[in-house]
Structures are given as structure tokens and as C-alpha cells.
């Protein structure tokens, strides 16, 4: 069957090219048609970092009230919800929103995807509100990790254990960095430069986890965690939550007039959990984010991102999947990650700034908060309201997660309508 | 802000009743529209029961290669999968499936709900097919109880231990057992009633766990769980996975013809996780299935279920629910449940059948692969092609999940196209 399902797919790659939707009059929904037409309206981000007076559902709370104000609306207008998390209240559903907001009787699914669970809560929720099911739904997420009693990532028994017996996630990047530096002659000094620029962008951003600029001799200095990562080359066990509120853009320009941002595309590709026993595995490029990359470029009809798009945020949890993931977003040719470093392209003032807000190496990695939080800056940069460091005429960019031993990868792609 | 929502959902409350696609040619979707438009094309499940033999990876597979042989597609052909599961592999997210099925470098999200898991995976998958996101999806769900340790549902550590800290699942329904008795004059003859059909459908079904007939005496002579539920009031622990293909019913009809069923509306609520401790709290109805209905009949443009639809597949996860449920999908008014068993309403061969698949009595309920297997079910009744007992003209019915501390409910809706 596979020749129908190919004639139905051909038509189908250009959809999210059309413009104007007479385009679709009298003929079936057609694929991609109506993602783009997913407005992000509100966004709510809680300050990320050191919570212990705060339990989840505190900071969840206070993050989503904070989206629905930004949109505009009440919690009762809120049709359909999709709450992540990973670590905390793993089992317990959509209670974790139900209960902790009083929001009883209505949808709330939780999705769950390693790293990627946020930015996955986001996806599904576009789908509803693209599929016309409803017309107001949040997509949040929410992890707590600074009282989990271990530092690092707590352990999932008897998952970790099968899946990962022996790699901690800094081992598995740091395996990546050494093959870079023997591969491309990547150093050292090259990974502490993303440190120090994202650091310098995150000390700005007043919700960010770390709110102080390093040096390249201070990140080089730091302890070593797994050559040839030491503290400052990896991001931090952290607490947090975020929220945003998604509408059809006939409905957000009724309420927010032009001051709503439009979701193009997300893409999404799960690999294997044990990327290490292929014999095809290079460590120098993450296949998951490139397939997700090209899904999501399609999907929004950009062929060159690094001229139609004009930043982007990437899954920084080591500095060196910063690097490799400048590549496996198509914003250089492989081995030419260190460069846009070097060259300073991907600072805040640079030809293409990625990580304005400071990145996971600012705002620590709670799980499910992280791929909410990056659209949410998406939105507030293209909107021209960066709480951290504005991009220069930031009109679109994307958002990355890479999750599991780099197992999953989304790219969301956020413009202005 | 309520008045635009309003104002926005007014021409939507009728939009699933319209018929033909130039309905909406030239306006912008509307709610629901695309909804009924999603078809089931293929159905995969394993035997359910003792899989000693068996992993969870094996059950999956099994299921999936049922479900695309079925619907005469090849995995290559499968665009986005949705995985459930809840107590196996929680935090494996995709891979899950992607390790399992070998299925790389594709969207995979993992939802969970509960014991409605299995069903707000299709609900999500449907919507990314309703969307135009995709136009070949699977949805699946699986789950290993068996070997896991313990009689009854294992514990999740710090989760239920809090939520939970006294009350097991046959505790919480026999409260809602004595209530009926005391209100409405319900006994447990009634409910071994209900033991009895839905044993006698499931002795017919070649898939299902326990397939033996029981008698009224045998169910009131069993073992005392929850007074009044005996062990024959229960459903049991089981392993299983069920799997089924999604499309558009364009590409449906390409496929398979007329072979094929339509998802007309997945409704679902989520209400609180500690029900026990709310005044209103009656334990003669579940709120969630009651507003997951209303929800669903009405995406459907259904106002009389028991005489537009034809049949139903409840949670029976205990005896007593069974009978709340059918009034909370309002079949019939409160108290008048025992009635429609007792006068064979709800047989095989009455008015209105209830699980004509033998339900979870007779299937066990392996928590993720539940509702997934009911929306097979509902898929293989309405073409006529069920593997159990087949309802006379059926045409078109409901599957209904309650899950958690009847926290969530899910109703889908499935008719013939």
C-alpha cells in the first residue's frame, strides 16, 4: 500500500507553503494546512531555579496564572489542557493540573518524552486546537528536582538501570566531545565559549536559574565532571514550570489584537535508547534532532534556516551539544560548529543569535518546564518582549530539545502571524 | 475575555452534525469539524491473560503487526505513533515503541491517563490526524502487570502512598456498592448479574483472559474482596497490547474500501484525585463519565444515546461500575442501572448490549492496552467483523474508560463511516 500512501503524501509537502485559505475550499483537509494557524497567545514562566518553599504544584500554578493574564483570559475560557512532567508525579495524570488549579471536569492529557516532554505537551496541544476540537487550550509543564534528594538526575528504578547501567547523561556528551576534539580539533577553550556567552545572555534574563557572566579561564578552571566536561559545561539540576496558552489566530486577534505569535511547524523524531550499540553511531551528530529539524523546516516551508530564520534556542545541556546541534540544525556544515562560536555568530549580537535567554546553562533543566519555557521565549522574542536580551529584529526562530540518551528530539518552529 | 470565547464557541456546538466537507468551504475550521472525519483502518490485539513468556516488548509487537496487516499498510507507511503505557517502562517515553518496533527517526509521544491511557492515546493521535499533521498514525497502548511483583496493581512509590494512602481500587468501588444498596435497594445479585453476561460473552471471545462461564451462586459464593464485591465482581490482572491504525477517510477508502470505521468524538474529563473528600461526593455517580459523555454525544450531534447508538463497551472494572455507568451514560435515569440488567437490556441479544466483547471481567485490565482494545472492539462490531459475539446491526456505539480514583473518564465514539 505503500504507492497510495506515497500519492497522498506528495500534495501534501508544499501545504504549509500556501498562503490564504481559499487555498483549501472544497477540497479535504489537506496535511500541515492548518498547524501554522496555531497562535500562541500567553506565556507564563516562574523563576527557575532554587524552590524549597515551593512544592510543583506552587510553581505550577503561578505559572500558569501568569500565562492566562499575558493572554488575557480566564481559566474558565480554557477548554482542554496538556501537563508535563516526567519526574515528579510520574502516574499521576492529569491531576497534576486538575487538582493543583481547581480545574475540574474538563480534558487534560499528559504527555510524557524524556527531555522533549515539554515542547511534546506543546505539540499535541497544537494538533487539538489545528484539528478544531477546541478554540483555548494550555499546553504546561513542571518538574521539580532540587529536593529529589540526589544531585544530578534522580534515578528511575529499574529503567535507568536496563536502558543506561553504566552512563550518566555527562558521560554520554562527554564521549561526544572528545570525538569532536579528536575528529574536528575542537578544544576546550571552544565549549567554554559557549558557556561564557550563554551565561552573559542568562545573567541578563531575570527568571534565569544562574544570573552571573563566567570567563573562558573560569569555566576551564571548574571542576571536571567527565573529560572533557568540568561544572561549567553542564547545565544544572533545577525547579520551574511553564505555561502557555494556545487559540486560533481569528479568535487571539479578537482578544490580544496583533500581539500573538503563530506556531509554523513541530518536528519530532524518536531514535533508539541505546545509541551507542549502532554500529553506525559517530557521537558527532544527533540523528533525532536532524530528522526533527527537517520535519519542522518542511513543515514551515524553510529551505535555508540560517537566512529565513533569524535565532534559535537549542537543548544546551552540555556546551558541547550546543555545538553539535548548530550543525544538526543546519546552521553550518559538520565541523564547522566551533566556528560560529569563534566568530561570535551565535552571540546576541551576532548574525545569529542562539540561546538569547541564556539557555539550559542559565536556567537548569527541570524536564518538563524546559521545552514550555523555550517556546514561551520564542514567543517573547519575536514579539519583541525578551525579558532577558532582545534579538534585533527577531521575527522567527526555533526551539530545540534533545531527550533521552538522544533518543527524541523536537524543533518548533514560532514566528509573527 | 468570556464573551469572545463565548461568542466563539456558539456556531461550534453544531458543527459535528453538519454533513459534507463544502460546509466549511471558505471559513476558517471549525471546532470539530475534521473530528469525524478520522477512520479506523486496521486493529491489532493479543490474547489478553498470563504472558509469563512474554515481555511487554513482545506483546507490543504482536499487536502492531495485527494492526497494519489489518488495516493493509507496512510499517514504513506509519507517519507518528502515540504509545501508552502506565505501570511498565514509565519514563521510557517513545522508545517504548521506536527500540521496540525498530521503528526510527519518526514522532512518537507516550500518553498517560490513568486506566484512560489507552484511549487518550487515540484521542491525541486523532487529533493530529484531524489536524492534517499526519495522514497515517498509530495509536497503541501495552502493559505487563503479571510478573510485576504483586496481586491487584502494584504501588507507585510516593505517588499513591500520598494519593492514595488507605483505600485500594475494590475499596473505593464497594463504598459506591453499599451506597447503591442502601439508596436505590441494588443487591449483589445484581451485580453478579452483571458478572454473569459479561462472562458469557467473554467465554466466546477467542482473545479474552477468563473465557468461562459463571453463575449467579458461583460469583455470590466466591471470596469476599470488598464487602460487597467478591472476586468475581473484580476484573483481574492481566497482560496484553492492542494497537489501531488511524487515517483520513479519504485514504480509508483508497485502502480498504468500506472496510473501515469513523471516530466521531473522543469526550474526556478529568476531575480530582482525592473524590472522597468532597462534600458533594455521592458514590451513586462518576462525574467524569458524565461529562466525558455529554462531551462526546456532542461532538457526535448525539441527544439520545440509547436510541442513536447501538451498542456500548464500559469500564467495568468492578461489577458496580458497570451499572453506574450505565447511567452516567445516561442509557437510563439514576437508580434504574440494576433494571437494564436485570430485564436483559444489556445482553448479547437486548435492546442496548453492554461489552458484547465480555469487558474487562473477562479480559483483565492491563491498564494502557484497555481502551485501545475497546475502540478495536467498538471498530470490529460496527463492520460487522467482531471476534466475539457479534451485536445484531450494529452500526454504531461507545467505548467509555474510568481511570485513576475515577479521577479521568474518556467516551469515544465509533461508527460505521
Redesign the interface.
Known sequence: ??N??QR??EP?DC?LRRTG??TT???????????R?VAVIGCGVTKFGHHWEKDHEDLLVEATYEAIADA???L??VE?VWCGT?YP???????V???TLKF???????????C??GM?NI??A???V???????VIAAGVEKLMDAGSRGLPP??G??SV?MPYVSAPAMFAMAANRAFKEWGWTREDLAMVAVKNHYNGARHPKAHFRSEVTVEKVLKAPMVAYPLGVYDCSAVSDGAAAVVLT?P??AK??VGDDYAVIKAV????????PWHRPSESFLSF??TV?AAK?AYK?AGIENPRKELDFGIVHDCFTITELINYQDMQLCKPGEGAELIRNGVTAIDGDFPINPDGGLKSFGHPIAASGVRMVAELTKQVLGKAEGLQVKDAEAGFAHNL??PY??ATVAIVSRP
Open positions: 500500500m505503500l497510495v500512501m497522498w503524501r501534501s501545504c485559505s481559499d475550499a472544497g477540497r479535504p483537509a489537506c496535511r500541515g494546512d492548518i498547524m494557524e488575557n483570559v480566564e474558565k475560557d482542554a516526567f508525579s510520574t502516574g499521576i495524570s492529569g491531576n493540573f486538575s487538582d475540574f471536569g474538563k480534558p487534560i492529557s499528559r504527555v510524557e518524552n524524556y522533549a516532554t511534546d505539540r499535541n497544537a494538533f487539538a489545528a484539528s478544531g476540537a477546541y478554540d483555548l528511575i528504578e529503567i535507568f536502558a486560533r481569528e479568535i479578537e482578544i518536528g519530532m523524531a524518536v531514535e533508539t535508547m541505546h540523528p533525532a530528522k520535519m513543515m531527550g533521552g533518543s527524541v
